[in-house]
Each structure stands twice: as structure tokens, then as C-alpha cells.
């Protein structure tokens, strides 16, 4: 796909994971200007090295979801250095741990101020530019337990449902000024973060995307490139007449019982 010809992004929490592959998936779409954004600069910085030898113009940007100081920030360097953007991917997230007795004050605001309301305010801050350019698109990277969740994981569940919720309400108040939001569930993904969380938190082998993976109806889990795969497509011109989609992309159907 290359469709994204000249386009201007920002993906957050481009370090590693998901967002990094989403980056390298849009400039291989066409997006010439980019934004990467995540909390660890140096981390970022391999990856703008990587993406500058595509051809691309690369920001590198410090950004943490819980200052929205920093967010604000962010929105300021992308609008002076490219005049606007045309396209954000909100890769950027925490999956801490929580269930209704165990989840404390601090765990709860946490994640929420992190998943949810980070978010909100990097939609806020995008949209702007969006709404003066009268074109955009919005992206989140959200989580099939926005459907209901596993006991261990219910503030982290709710802060999906809340970022699903606002995309929706958020592609209906932009729909006039050409501005499209879409949040994707992600299923079961293998990421450098989630290896940590499996073989640190949960005691799993070294080889566990394996041994998970061939339980899985397709064989294998999800890995990166698939949600940047579906990124490139919602942004491009394939996907104009689109906006307010919560898109499972899972091999799980929710809602349905027994094999």
C-alpha cells in the first residue's frame, strides 16, 4: 500500500512494539513527515535512525501520557515543524496489573490517567490541527478486554472501554469537519512488553509465543505488523468513507460460546 503519499503522522510509543511497527508500516504507505513520541528518547532514536534511512523527516518527541504538559508539547513541535498532520496512531499504553480487591488508588489512577485520559488529551491536542485543516484521521490501539476483561485486569479493561467510547463519541462531533476516528481491539499480541509481562509476571517459558501461539485458532498470535497493517488502511484514501469503527482484530469472536 501506498496511499500515504506526502502525509504528515504521529504514532505514540513508537519505542518498540506496535508502534514501532505502525511507524515503519506508514512510511512504507508514503507519510514523509513523522512524529514519534514515547517517554524513552533513546529508545526513540533507534527507531528514527531506522525510519531516516527509508527517506523520511523524522521528530523525535518526549511525551508521557500521564503530563499532559508534555502532550501539549508534543502537539506544538509537530505543528511548527510540519504545519499541521494528517494522521495519529495512539500506540502508547500500560497494562498493569488490578482486580476489584487488589487495585489501589494509585494502580487505579494510574492506568487511567495513562490509557484514558493521556489519550484523550493527545485526541484533544491532534484534532485541533485536524479540525483547522478540515482533514485527518485517529487512530487508538485499544484492547479486546474493552469488552469485558479477566478479573486481573479490570482497571485496565475500563480504561479501554472509556478510550473506545470517547473515539466513538469523538468521530461523530468531528464527522463534519472531514476528521475520522477509529480505536482497533487488539487480541492477544506477542510484543517485547508483553514477553516481559508473560515470562517476569506470569512465570511463562522463553519460548511461550510459541507453545501459546499453536493454541490459537490461526496457528499464531497476533504480532505488530498486523494492527500496523490495518492502521495504514484506515488512514488511507481505501478507508474515507469510514469513521466510528471499533475494529475487533481478533481470532476469538466475542460474544460467542463454546468450540
Not at 485520559?117 to 482533514?135: E, L, P
Not at 462531533?173 to 476516528?181: C, E, I, N, Q, W
Not at 475494529?247 to 460474544?255: H, L, N, R, Y
Request: glycine share 10%; with cysteine.
Amino acid at each position: 500500500m501506498t496511499g500515504l503519499i506526502g502525509k504528515r503522522a504521529l504514532v505514540t510509543g513508537a519505542g518498540q512494539g506496535v508502534g514501532e511497527a505502525v511507524a515503519h508500516r506508514l512510511v512504507q504507505a508514503g507519510v514523509e513527515k513523522l512524529a514519534i513520541a514515547a517517554r524513552d528518547t533513546a529508545q526513540l532514536e533507534g527507531v528514527a535512525e531506522k525510519l531516516r534511512q527509508e527517506g523520511v523527516d523524522v521528530l523525535v518527541c518526549k511525551m508521557d501520557l500521564q503530563d499532559v504538559e508534555t502532550i501539549q508539547q508534543t502537539a506544538a513541535q509537530i505543528e511548527a515543524s510540519f504545519e499541521g498532520i494528517d494522521i495519529s496512531v495512539g500506540c502508547a499504553g500500560i497494562t498493569d496489573r488490578g482486580d476489584l480487591f487488589s487495585t489501589t488508588p494509585e494502580i487505579f489512577d494510574r492506568i487511567m490517567n495513562t490509557n484514558f485520559r493521556g489519550n484523550f488529551f493527545v485526541m484533544q491536542s491532534i484534532a485541533k490541527m485536524m479540525v483547522r485543516q478540515k482533514s485527518g484521521v485517529i487512530i487508538n490501539i485499544s484492547s479486546m478486554l474493552a469488552h469485558g476483561g479477566m478479573p486481573h485486569l479490570l482497571p485496565y479493561s475500563a480504561s479501554k472501554a472509556a478510550l473506545n467510547l470517547a473515539t466513538r463519541n469523538i468521530a461523530h462531533a468531528l464527522r463534519h469537519d472531514r476528521v475520522r476516528a477509529h480505536a482497533i481491539n487488539l487480541g492477544w499480541t506477542a510484543t517485547p512488553a508483553e514477553h516481559n509481562t508473560q515470562t517476569q509476571m506470569h512465570d511463562m517459558p522463553e519460548d511461550w509465543v510459541e507453545v501459546e501461539g499453536a493454541k490459537q485458532p490461526f496457528g499464531r498470535l497476533l504480532f505488530s505488523n498486523d494492527p500496523a497493517g490495518l492502521c495504514a488502511f484506515l488512514a488511507s484514501e481505501d478507508a474515507s468513507m469510514m469513521t466510528g469503527n471499533i475494529i475487533d482484530m481478533e481470532q476469538w469472536v466475542s460474544g460467542v460460546l463454546g468450540d
